[in-house]
């Protein structure tokens, strides 16, 4: 496989958990870098997937754009190559049909997790017939072993399919996916505010129903036309204020995410957008009186 994800590093033999074989059976490119998976795809002829996430990884905390994934999906094709969308995060996010939808690229197979069944165990794999009938029990009228086994717990599991069935019901027949992503910019609203009025060299940016934090010179609209080195905008804050700020919001009744930053539902009110703005404030208010800032 070849990944396009953020810049790791193994040990020898291998992350843990993961076998030195997987490691180094995977190629993997720095963020939006192009030139390097063309250069990948000209050089080998062995490359069986470049899987991704569409919105870019901790959903678009580095953030890309359609014309990066037309680039990507031409460069495939052309070469053979499966295109795989992790859409863990990004389906029903970023559009009812997922950020494919949005942004108008079709892969071949995509990914998804508990975000289809509104929060319950469950997950699916979706994608061209072609390639994933290895999966397929039914050959014609016959019942067979298939090619490729698919194990799962939750394998038909009737509470998650029908807690999966809802959930698309619900995001086909509501503006969920709207409301929330209006959700997400009032809070990014609210924050930025905040950050005029002390004058700090952070900001808060996001595209769909998210938002991340960012310690550094460059505006929302600065990261959005590249001009942030994607290793400020991912891993640059030390991990201690990263803690302190994520017990701060704790500490005013508010949990975000640890990278920092957060997901919206369609379920947060105005009130929890307030509560949000708040615990940002108070929150930085502290670090800066103890000079964390």
């Known amino acids: 496989f070849h990944g396009w994800h953020d810049h790791v590093c193994f040990p020898p033999g291998g992350a843990p958990g993961v076998i030195g074989g997987i490691v180094e059976d995977t190629l993997v490119a720095a963020p939006n870098d192009l030139r390097q998976v063309e250069d990948w795809l000209a050089l080998h002829d062995d490359i069986a997937a470049l899987i991704l996430e569409p919105t870019r990884a901790t959903f678009g905390q580095i953030p890309t754009n359609g014309e990066t994934l037309w680039r990507l999906r031409e460069l495939t094709s052309r070469n053979g190559v499966l295109l795989i969308f992790d859409e863990v995060i990004s389906g029903f996010r970023c559009a009812p049909g997922g950020a494919q939808?949005?942004?108008?690229?079709?892969?071949?197979?995509?990914?998804?997790?508990?975000?289809?069944?509104?929060?319950?165990?469950?997950?699916?794999?979706?994608?061209?017939?072609?390639v994933l009938r290895v999966l397929d029990y039914r050959h014609g009228e016959t019942l067979q072993s298939p090619l490729v086994a698919h194990q799962g717990t939750y394998n038909a599991a009737p509470v998650s399919a029908a807690a999966g069935i809802a959930t698309l019901q619900e995001v086909g027949r509501t503006n969920a996916v709207t409301r929330a992503a209006a959700t997400a910019a009032a809070i990014r609203d609210g924050i930025n505010e905040a950050i005029r009025r002390r004058g700090l060299k952070w900001c808060a940016y996001g595209q769909f129903s998210d938002f991340h934090l960012y310690c550094g010179n460059e505006t929302p609209e600065e990261i959005y036309a590249g001009k942030a080195p994607w290793k400020a905008l991912k891993g640059s804050i030390p991990l201690e204020l990263v803690n302190k700020i994520r017990a701060g919001f704790l500490l005013h009744g508010v949990d975000i995410a640890a990278w920092p930053g957060g997901f919206t539902s369609a379920a947060h009110t105005d009130d929890d957008v307030a509560r949000t703005v708040a615990a940002f404030e108070s929150t930085f208010d502290l670090l800066a009186s103890e000079g964390a800032l």
């Open 101 to 130: 939808q949005y942004y108008g690229v079709a892969p071949d197979l995509t990914t998804l997790a508990k975000i289809l069944s509104g929060g319950y165990p469950g997950a699916a794999l979706a994608g061209r017939a072609d």
